[in-house]
Each structure stands twice: as structure tokens, then as C-alpha cells.
């Protein structure tokens, strides 16, 4: 192994730590989640996650639920490459997916199996408007009736809203201080070693290729997530946790 080697194990922990700095109170915004899903759902339930990234939540999801199904999809083929590793732990309980939201047909691989929820953390905030409700149209078609959508993600504040918009950015810059100075890598240092995993440069190519033409997307505020799912077909929406500007949003297919 070179110097910069780790185990799959090992570099989602140094995410999980990377992601912290930007997301205060991570671990609350996952437990809500997880709580939502035991409070609705008796398992064996299946839950699929949207733009998985690396793993982290569907990886909590298993250990949360030692009888649950998880299918994870991303499109970047390097974070895809170490949660098919990651979630290989959790043997044929765990099914890895290379989909792309913003293609239409992205869902036809899951049409005909039963999914209880969806969730997805930090990801949706990368797709425009339109892309977001067009993603919320497939899960609503996708899902039966009582299905249940959970999305955590940081969901700006606008317009009318300056005080708190201030506010929030002063305290995302205090806590990735506080968490770049004991330690924690920043989303560039991390990339950087992950990239540097053996076996990874074909992936790291694809990628450029996959993203070249992918700007990044303004962001979508909260009245926008809850009028476009309500939009698309779910029957009850709202959201189950919030710090500052940091939302989990509930919907009920």
C-alpha cells in the first residue's frame, strides 16, 4: 500500500469528519431521519438513497435497521467506486447504482420493486429547479401510497430573510474553523486523498468527463422543495428538523 492508502472504512470516516465541518449538527439531522423511518416503517422495509455519495447515510441506515434493504444511487463514479466498497460490509443487503438525476428514465431500473422511502443528504442542492421537480415527478410515480421522502440539505435562506441569511453564514464559518483547526480535512484535501487511492485514476477520469458540462446550480429554498413535491403528487410535506438554515424535509407519497 502507498503512504496515502486507506481502507474504504477509513476514508469514509475522514468524510464523515470532512462533511462535519460543513454540516453542524450532522449526526442530529441523521438521527431524525433514522427516527422517521422507525417510527413509520416495521421492518423488513427497502429505502433508497439518492446521490448517495460515498455511503455515509445508507451506511447508517443498514446498521440502524439490521433487516433493511438499501439501494444507493450516485453518477460520480469515484464516490460511487468507495460506497460499493463500504456498503459490500453489509453483504446482499445493499445494492450500489450508477444513475444519473438529471437523465429522464434514471428510475427505470427500480420500476417493479417496493420502496418504503427515499433519502438523500447534502446532494439535491446540485440539480436546478426544474431537474429537482422532475426528480420529485419519478419518485412520486415510483413510489406506493404511504412511501416516505426525506431529504437533508442545507436550503439557503433568501430574500426578506437577511438577518437570518447573516447568521447562518457566521456560524458555518465558526464551526469549519473550529473543525479545520482539530484536524478535520477540508472537501478539497479530502478529494485530493481520495483521489489518490490506488486503482482510482480511471475513475477520476470519467468523472471530469461525466461533470465538464455540470455548473454549479443556484439553490432552491425551502417553499420552493415543499411546493414542487406537493406539485409533483406527495399528499403531506413539511420538514422534521432544522438548525439555521439546515433543513431535513419530510414528504408522504
Not at 98 to 106: E, M, P, Q, T
Not at 170 to 191: L, N, P
Request: charged share 20%; proline share 6%; hydrophobic share 45%.
Amino acid at each position: 500500500m502507498t503512504e496515502n492508502a486507506l481502507s474504504p472504512r477509513g476514508l469514509l470516516e475522514r468524510w464523515d469528519s470532512q462533511q462535519s465541518a460543513y454540516v453542524a449538527h450532522r449526526e442530529q439531522r441523521f438521527q431524525s431521519m433514522l427516527d422517521v423511518l422507525r417510527l413509520h416503517l416495521s421492518e423488513p422495509f427497502h429505502v433508497l438513497d439518492l446521490a448517495c455519495g460515498p455511503g455515509s447515510l445508507a451506511d447508517r441506515v443498514l446498521t440502524a435497521f439490521p433487516h433493511a434493504r438499501v439501494t444507493a444511487v450516485d453518477y460520480d463514479p469515484v464516490l460511487l467506486r468507495l460506497a460499493g466498497a463500504v456498503l459490500a460490509e453489509h453483504g446482499d443487503r445493499a445494492t450500489v447504482l450508477d444513475a444519473d438525476l438529471v437523465r429522464a428514465g434514471w428510475a427505470e431500473p427500480l420500476v417493479g420493486q417496493r420502496i418504503d422511502a427515499v433519502v438523500s443528504s447534502t446532494a439535491l442542492h446540485w440539480l436546478s429547479p426544474s431537474q429537482l421537480l422532475g426528480v420529485y415527478t419519478a419518485l412520486a410515480d415510483l413510489l406506493p401510497a404511504g412511501a416516505l421522502f426525506l431529504n437533508a440539505d442545507h436550503l439557503r435562506y433568501g430574500t426578506g430573510n437577511d438577518t437570518l441569511k447573516a447568521l447562518s453564514a457566521r456560524h458555518d464559518a465558526e464551526v469549519q474553523r473550529a473543525s479545520f483547526t482539530a484536524g478535520a480535512d477540508t472537501w478539497d484535501a479530502w478529494y485530493e486523498l481520495a483521489t489518490a487511492q490506488p486503482g482510482t485514476a480511471p475513475f477520476v477520469a470519467e468523472r471530469r468527463l461525466r461533470f465538464a458540462d455540470r455548473p454549479p446550480q443556484p439553490h432552491s429554498p425551502l417553499h420552493f422543495h415543499l411546493a414542487a413535491l406537493s406539485t409533483a403528487g406527495f399528499a403531506e410535506v413539511g420538514t422534521v428538523w432544522q438548525y439555521l438554515d439546515d433543513y431535513v424535509v419530510f414528504a408522504r407519497r
